[in-house]
């Protein structure tokens, strides 16, 4: 079945070799950097960026290298849906072309300031197709939540500035409901999901059905995503690309928006 994002591919595939694909678009990042400052599960460790050697060499000439520690889930990521569904893909197996598609951007950012709880329902999802047609085969469907502009304060991020796994109990930020992932399986043909929180599914979760049931389908996750007031509800594209870990159930993620330049 084409999808957009095999569309994507084929017309990059057709433009001349001389000419600039992504001419005419706005390439945004949706990153966050790493750092000592990076966001992980109140469980894992922190991000540890190493230095090897920093300096002039005996040589001359000025060389530096580093080296880094970090769990595979934690700042932006990917999710792969072997993280909560055996037999699914691991980081390495997922398709190139799962990588690039549209981007479906609902805003719930009102709702999410006055309840950090809040879950994406359907009535989200139909009211936005209402305005913008229904989300297209292959798409992303991105969650606006506004908690990207909280990071680095893990207190106002995550609910809570403890860690360990007592600190799990109190997690407060928003993520999708279960009804909305219910939908988004057997009524849309999307190939991910993603927003700027911590976790696809809410903070109080203690089942991680959204995971379950979407990960189940070679759904992707993609986990706090960066700057999303920088796409449109609708017409930019993802290029979403982890870091290819054989048999990885995440990995740390670059990933950019290309937004039309007329808009």
Do not use: C
Request: avoid cysteine.
């Amino acid at each position: 079945m084409k999808n957009v994002s095999s569309v994507v591919l084929a017309t990059l595939l057709a433009v001349n070799a001389s000419a600039n694909p992504f001419e005419g678009f706005d390439i945004v990042d949706l990153t966050h950097a790493f750092d000592a400052n990076t966001i992980y599960w109140p469980t894992e460790k922190d991000f540890k960026h190493t230095e090897s050697f920093a300096g002039e060499t005996e040589g001359g000439w000025y060389y530096s290298a580093f080296s880094v520690q970090t769990a595979e889930h934690g700042g932006t990521h990917l999710d792969a849906p072997i993280h909560f569904a055996e037999g699914r893909w691991s980081a390495d197996q997922i398709p190139t072309a799962n990588l690039f598609s549209a981007a479906v951007v609902i805003d719930v950012k009102a709702k999410a300031a006055s309840n950090p709880d809040y879950q994406l329902s359907v009535d989200d999802i139909l009211a936005w197709e209402q305005q913008r047609g229904e989300i297209p085969k292959g798409a992303t469907v991105l969650m606006n939540t506004g908690f990207s502009m909280r990071w680095p304060d893990r207190l106002e991020y995550l609910g809570t500035a403890e860690r360990g796994p007592e600190a799990v109990r109190s997690l407060h930020f928003p993520g999708f409901s279960k009804a909305s992932a219910e939908f988004l399986v057997h009524e849309r043909d999307i190939s991910a999901v993603g927003l700027d929180t911590a976790s696809i599914d809410y903070g109080q979760s203690t089942d991680f059905i959204v995971h379950r049931l979407l990960y189940e389908q070679n759904i992707l996750g993609f986990e706090n995503v960066a700057n999303l007031d920088a796409l449109p509800p609708v017409g930019a594209w993802l290029i979403a690309l982890p870091m290819k870990i054989a048999n990885g159930s995440g990995a740390p993620l670059r990933i950019v928006g290309l937004v039309p330049a007329s808009r």
